[in-house]
């Protein structure tokens, strides 16, 4: 044995707090991107640097991943989650209560770098999970995760609208309070067998991407679907409020919509329970490209139903393949779920970074167009990628 967990197995009710928990911490990262236009002003921050707002958030959890998550597989799960839901509880009252931009975003690149915590729970499940439940499990508890990104702007512009800006961060605090809450009380812990340094554990993480061609693939799969999902979601509020006319109540239901594509993650783990992960990425990579294609013939014929159909099929093709991913991960080396999910997770976040970068570029160049263009590519170009996998035996 390398590791010991308190109980066996995870209940349909840990699933949901598991699930619940992972929606409520990476939302953090979401707010400040929906409140930009007003949170900038207000904290005397204008041109370029109002970006900061934004990036500061972003980096921190660029950090956490690569510099925290690993840790899973050499500290005590529960004590780790619960510190960094603490610290992300601290970082969002200092955000709630910053009186000005150095203070915020000090607090700000907290709150990103301990919302980490997410993507410690998900290893951690894998592990409690039987191997015949283990893609439905992850499944479930991703459709957690990507309904708190889908939520959080359309939460954070409708609460901004009532109560000012600050409102969101310092509800948030209060959910991250009770939220360490219900950790501490219903989370098992899992203690690791600590053989290895804390520096040998992050270069070991960079070592398995390297030597494992499982890993490659699937981070290279997920990476450019992750950077195709940011381009779309960086844009299309330009295009709702340009070419449809839509206020910010507008995008944030039709944000809301998107997040329908949040119930294909447990149906993904139930196919990749079933030994289907490879027909499974095949459909979610195929209906990528369709719903970029869609999506940019819509944005032409000015069809806002059909827009909205191209994001739920782009969201829903996303999380397919992140499951099946993950399913595929989690599985090839239990003891070291947490560096691997640390390196897979730092390369997606990145890309997607990239893919944000793109979308202001493609935008700016040639309207939605391009930048539909560039999605259609990005997800055929990783499609042909995966042609080139060779069946398993």
Known sequence: MTDQTDHAGISPGLTAIFSLACGLMVANLYYAQALIGEIAPALGLHGGVAGLVVTLTQLGYGAGLFFVVSLADRVENKRLILLLTVGACLGLVGIWTATGATGFLIFSFLTGFCSVGAQIMVPL???????RRRGQVVGNIMGGLITGIMLARPLANGLAAVAGWRAIFGLSAIGMALLALLIARTVPQRRPKPDLSYGALLRSGLSLLVRTPAIRRRTAYQATMFAAFNLFWTTVPLLLAQRFGLGQM???????????????????????????????????????????????????????????????????????NQVLGQRVLFSIAPE??????????????????????????????????????????????????????RRAA
């Not at 499940?125 to 191997?131: I, N």
């Open 336 to 389: 070291a779920r947490g560096r691997i999910n640390s390196v897979y997770m730092t390369m997606v976040f990145l890309a997607g970074a990239l893919g944000s970068t793109l979308a202001t570029i493609s935008y700016d160049r040639g309207g939605w167009t391009a930048t539909a263009a560039v999605g259609a590519v990005l997800t055929t170009a990783v499609f042909l990628l995966f042609l080139t996998e």
């Open 250 to 320: 507008g995008i944030a239901l039709f944000a809301l919509a998107g997040a329908g594509g949040a119930l294909a993650a447990p149906i993904a783990g139930r196919l990749g329970d079933r030994g289907h992960v490879r027909a499974g990425t095949a459909g979610a990579l195929a209906a990528a490209i369709l719903a970029f294609l869609l999506a940019g013939w819509a944005g032409a014929a000015h069809a806002l139903i059909l827009l909205a159909v191209a994001a739920v099929v782009l969201d829903a093709a996303t999380q397919m």
């Open 125 to 131: 499940a894998a592990h409690l999970a039987p191997e």
